[in-house]
């Protein structure tokens, strides 16, 4: 385990030594959850063009759901659980980080809440759309994300890890979730749950 940790701090510090000043302004940006609000704008425009009004708005309520137990989970129960220091105000290799417009984030950095909100919407869109022309931007758009919050020194790449993989899960859960919620909408509840991203 000292090992693995010790890889991850040199990983980090790798990473966030390769700086520059035209990249610490595009990943300051990129770390803004406020930058990718005409995004989400444009999946729902996606989803009530293809699906209609009804279906999209119960498949906004599966974002809400997928999106919002990611952030609780990772910010609400595992970061003051697991105590684990940002890289930023770790006492060990704080000194050594580069700080972009002095930001240094919150006390705890495990898991990334970026990564895991960033995941699980990702997920369920490529879920839903079942496509992967969609499927590929949009993981585009969560390593942009997970890249930035390593670039800006807020978390180490296990923090990401983990983020992703709470992320993916909570995406999974939704679309289940989902599933059997269409099923019963528009189907009477009987047989099968077919996933809604399904005609």
Not at 56 to 72: E, H, K, Q
């Amino acid at each position: 385990m000292e090992q693995l940790l010790a890889f991850d701090q040199q990983l980090l510090l790798a990473i966030n030594g390769c700086h520059a000043d035209w990249a610490d302004a595009l990943f300051w940006y990129v770390s803004e959850k406020w930058i990718w609000i005409p995004l989400y704008l444009l999946l729902a425009a996606l989803l009530w063009q293809r699906f209609g009004w009804r279906k999209m708005l119960l498949m906004l309520l599966g974002f809400a759901l997928a999106v919002g137990l990611s952030d609780f989970l990772t910010s609400g129960v595992l970061k003051p659980l697991v105590a684990r220091w940002r890289p930023s105000r770790d006492p060990q290799i704080g000194g050594l980080i580069h700080i972009v417009n002095d930001y240094r984030g919150g006390k705890y950095g495990f898991p990334s809440s970026h990564a895991s909100d960033t995941m699980a919407c990702a997920m369920l869109f490529s879920l839903l759309w079942r496509n992967w022309k969609a499927t590929v931007p949009m993981m585009v758009w969560v390593a942009l994300n997970c890249y930035s919050r390593m670039y800006l020194g807020v978390h180490y790449p296990l923090d990401i890890l983990a983020g992703l993989c709470i992320g993916s899960v909570m995406a999974w859960l939704a679309y289940r979730c989902l599933a059997a919620a269409s099923a019963r909408t528009w189907a009477g509840g009987g047989g099968e749950a077919n996933p809604p991203g399904r005609s």
